[in-house]
């Protein structure tokens, strides 16, 4: 007797393949309505496939679901990981009202539990952004001390590398990468849903560039391109993990091979969003070292089209061209313009 396509998409969840549970989730639906807890699987498949919107709407109705039958962890987790997905493609007001939602939902029933603690990663990373890596280390460690109290994994690696970028922010950088490898031993000891699981892996090798620990970057993007191996229907961290990839490449002169990482970049991650954005920069910045002015131009263009300031690739391309006031000019824009650094890959992807 065949399986229902409801059990099948839930075993090809179990085993990661999330274009199959993706695709047959939606069919179950068609059959009948969802429960909540397969909505969230639903919404987890389609965004780990780079599907945000389909994502976005499945984990919407979740929460309006455990609303219904009463179960307000549950609703407030899954307004939480609306939040999230939000967040990480820059709609920053959205993110923040649903935020608030799963807040006020605990709150009405005064409920303590685990979700509390992933609704502080927010405030952290926001604390960081506007300049007090203190107050964000604080933070963290708070979310931490609620992850051991609740026993869950997924939040005490979160919480563990953003304690680790926030000493690198404090200049306590011995300190802050021991705890970034610590977070990504649980990340590969398979402790960490698969969603946080790539945000941790991007941020760690966010946190190596900034401190220019190539050796440390190198490492951990191998340990990334095998994970993303592990799982070929991921298509979010894959794209991000080519980009990556095609970063150490250039670093280390092989701009065929970074070349060939950033296209294949260019053409997974989905247009319109930041992460398209960053793949569209670094394939300008291969341009741009071997002289191909034009093609660095227009792979800048694309990039700013995809919400990816081209910078500072930009006015060093206007400087190889000669045209040094207009170089000057465009980086003491972009000076003036740039964000403070963000503790988490989601955050930075934002900005």
Same mark, same amino acid.
């Given at each position: 007797?065949?399986?229902?396509?409801?059990?099948?998409?839930?075993?090809?969840?179990?085993?990661?393949?999330?274009?199959?549970?993706?695709?047959?989730?939606? *069919?179950?639906?068609?059959?009948?309505?969802?429960?909540?807890?397969?909505?969230?699987?639903?919404?987890?498949?389609?965004?780990?496939?780079?599907?945000?919107? %389909?994502?976005? $709407?499945?984990?919407?109705?979740?929460?309006?679901?455990?609303?219904?039958?009463?179960?307000?962890?549950?609703?407030?987790?899954?307004?939480?990981?609306?939040?999230? /997905?939000?967040?990480?493609? !820059?709609?920053?007001? =959205?993110?923040?009202?649903?935020?608030?939602?799963?807040?006020? #939902?605990?709150?009405?029933?005064?409920?303590?539990?685990?979700?509390?603690?992933?609704?502080?990663? =927010?405030? *952290?990373?926001?604390?960081?952004?506007?300049?007090?890596?203190?107050?964000?280390?604080?933070?963290?460690?708070?979310?931490?001390?609620?992850?051991?109290?609740?026993?869950?994994?997924?939040?005490?690696?979160?919480?563990?590398?953003?304690?680790?970028?926030?000493?690198?922010?404090?200049?306590?950088?011995?300190?802050?990468?021991?705890?970034?490898?610590?977070?990504?031993?649980?990340?590969?000891?398979?402790? #960490?849903?698969?969603?946080?699981?790539?945000?941790?892996?991007?941020?760690?090798?966010?946190?190596?560039?900034?401190?220019?620990?190539?050796?440390? *970057?190198?490492?951990?993007?191998?340990?990334?391109?095998?994970?993303?191996?592990?799982?070929?229907?991921?298509?979010?961290?894959?794209?991000?993990?080519?980009?990556?990839?095609?970063?150490?490449?250039?670093?280390?002169? $092989?701009? $065929?091979?970074?070349?060939?990482?950033?296209?294949?970049?260019?053409?997974?991650?989905?247009?319109?969003? !930041?992460?398209?954005?960053?793949?569209?920069?670094?394939?300008?910045?291969?341009?741009?070292?071997?002289? %191909?002015?034009?093609?660095?131009?227009? *792979?800048?263009?694309?990039? $700013?089209?995809?919400?990816?300031?081209?910078?500072?690739?930009?006015?060093?391309?206007?400087?190889?061209?000669?045209?040094?006031?207009? /170089?000057?000019?465009?980086?003491?824009?972009?000076?003036?313009?740039?964000? /403070?650094?963000?503790?988490?890959?989601?955050?930075?992807?934002?900005?």
């Amino acid at each position: 007797m065949t399986e229902a396509p409801l059990d099948r998409g839930r075993e090809s969840f179990e085993r990661k393949a999330w274009a199959e549970s993706h695709r047959l989730l939606q *069919a179950a639906e068609r059959e009948a309505p969802l429960e909540p807890e397969d909505l969230e699987r639903l919404a987890m498949a389609a965004y780990l496939t780079g599907l945000d919107d %389909e994502s976005e $709407n499945a984990m919407a109705r979740a929460h309006q679901t455990f609303l219904e039958r009463g179960e307000t962890e549950a609703a407030a987790r899954a307004a939480f990981w609306v939040s999230f /997905a939000l967040l990480g493609r !820059g709609a920053l007001a =959205p993110a923040a009202g649903w935020l608030a939602r799963a807040e006020r #939902v605990l709150d009405e029933r005064r409920l303590d539990c685990v979700v509390r603690g992933y609704l502080l990663i =927010p405030a *952290a990373i926001q604390r960081i952004i506007q300049g007090d890596p203190a107050a964000s280390y604080a933070t963290f460690i708070e979310a931490g001390d609620i992850a051991s109290r609740f026993s869950d994994r997924s939040l005490s690696a979160l919480a563990c590398h953003g304690r680790g970028r926030a000493l690198i922010h404090l200049g306590r950088i011995a300190e802050g990468v021991a705890l970034l490898d610590e977070a990504m031993v649980s990340v590969i000891a398979g402790d #960490v849903t698969p969603v946080l699981a790539g945000d941790i892996y991007c941020s760690v090798l966010e946190g190596c560039q900034e401190i220019f620990d190539l050796r440390r *970057a190198h490492e951990w993007t191998t340990s990334l391109s095998r994970w993303c191996a592990s799982q070929p229907d991921l298509v979010r961290y894959r794209g991000e993990c080519l980009i990556y990839r095609a970063e150490i490449m250039e670093w280390r002169g $092989n701009w $065929n091979g970074a070349e060939q990482d950033a296209r294949a970049a260019c053409e997974l991650l989905p247009p319109g969003r !930041g992460r398209a954005g960053g793949a569209f920069f670094r394939l300008g910045e291969i341009h741009r070292l071997r002289g %191909e002015f034009q093609e660095a131009e227009a *792979a800048y263009a694309r990039a $700013n089209e995809c919400g990816r300031k081209p910078q500072p690739g930009l006015s060093l391309l206007r400087l190889a061209q000669g045209d040094i006031d207009q /170089a000057v000019a465009s980086i003491r824009s972009a000076v003036a313009d740039r964000p /403070a650094r963000s503790v988490t890959s989601a955050a930075s992807r934002s900005t």
